[in-house]
């Protein structure tokens, strides 16, 4: 084998590395991605019980509550969209591909490997010449480029609806843990004016406790009388 042809071997195998090893890389950042997708996700269903339980505690709201729940459905059906869809397209991302592009069997490729009686494949390899295996390197750094690209192709994209999801989980995290209370400030302004819905009419001092009795207070009166 001349120079020239060990060198173009050599070549082709580390393109092929470089190559296989980039869609390792990827595998690993996807996983990553689809951890944290998952736990925004988790957060956003634990987000879920105040905010349905508003839904259904709100009987009487103020002329604007309609609005602002409709506004926060559709944040919280997109937000939630945008985790769904990223989490689809990452499983995409990692399943196997293994694809020809190139419309040839190779034997460096297992696929191919595996339905080949052990005695063919042990023939066809040895008998294979060092240009061949140049060809056969370079088709499988071609195969694998294709497949690296399919992986990568939707990264940019994929990104921004992951940052989307998270603006959008935002107006969920402050909100959510005030929706249980729809009628607080109702409640608190009734306290301030120190509006009570019962009296309680005190026994005079020394009398059996049996005595006290507990009255509707008149409309308008305030407080409890001693």
Sequence with gaps: MDDETKYRIEANE???ARTI???GIIDTKATFVLS???ALTAYFVAQLGPFLNAHVQHQKPNPWEPVFFVLLDLVATACLTCFLIDAIIIIHIIKPRTGQHTGKASLLFYGTIATMPCEDFKKQMGSISPNEYADLLIDQTFDNAKILHQ???DSPAQRERILLGARLLLPLHHRAPHLHQPH???NESNRREGRTDALVVRAPTGAHPACATTATAPSGVKGATQ
């Design 184 to 186: 607080r400030a109702m």
């Design 14 to 16: 580390h393109n092929l």
């Design 21 to 23: 090893g980039f869609v």
């Design 151 to 153: 992986k990568t192709k």
């Design 36 to 38: 944290l997708v998952l």
